[in-house]
């Protein structure tokens, strides 16, 4: 059964930092770029950090560059993302996604994620 599972959410005040987990199982993770999304209620989902199948590319979108960092450790399936200098507007629902179009290559498009994890809850109170 593919399956992607985040952890790491939680209530943190504003300034501060939380590091979010995406354990996958059920596919051939080192071969995939992977992505993180948000949904803050009433908004569309959207792209936060993506990164290539072997790491070596990575990409942002401009609200959270230079404060949050995406890493991987492909002999244990996972995806990270370390998130840092947290504001009131990063408050959202956090999302680990597999892209499994074959070369790997990171996408900003949501559209190219097929496999979606649960989600797991960041507050960041101000």
């Known amino acids: 059964q593919v399956r992607l599972v985040e952890s790491g959410g939680g209530l943190v005040q504003a300034g501060g930092s939380l590091r979010l987990s995406c354990a996958a199982s059920?596919?051939?993770?080192?071969?995939?770029?992977m992505g993180w999304f948000r949904q803050a209620p009433g908004q569309e989902r959207e792209f936060v950090a993506a990164i290539s199948w072997s790491g070596s590319n990575t990409y942002y979108a401009d609200s959270v560059k230079g404060r949050f960092t995406i890493s991987r450790v492909n002999a244990k399936n996972m995806a990270f993302l370390q998130m840092d200098s947290l504001k009131s507007e990063d408050t959202a629902v956090y999302y680990c996604?597999?892209?499994?179009?074959?070369?790997?290559?990171?996408?900003?498009?949501?559209?190219?994620?097929?496999?979606w994890g649960q989600g797991t809850q960041v507050t960041v109170s101000s």
């Open positions: 059920g596919l051939t993770f080192s071969t995939y770029a």
């Open positions: 996604a597999a892209d499994r179009r074959p070369g790997g290559g990171a996408t900003t498009n949501l559209q190219a994620y097929d496999i």
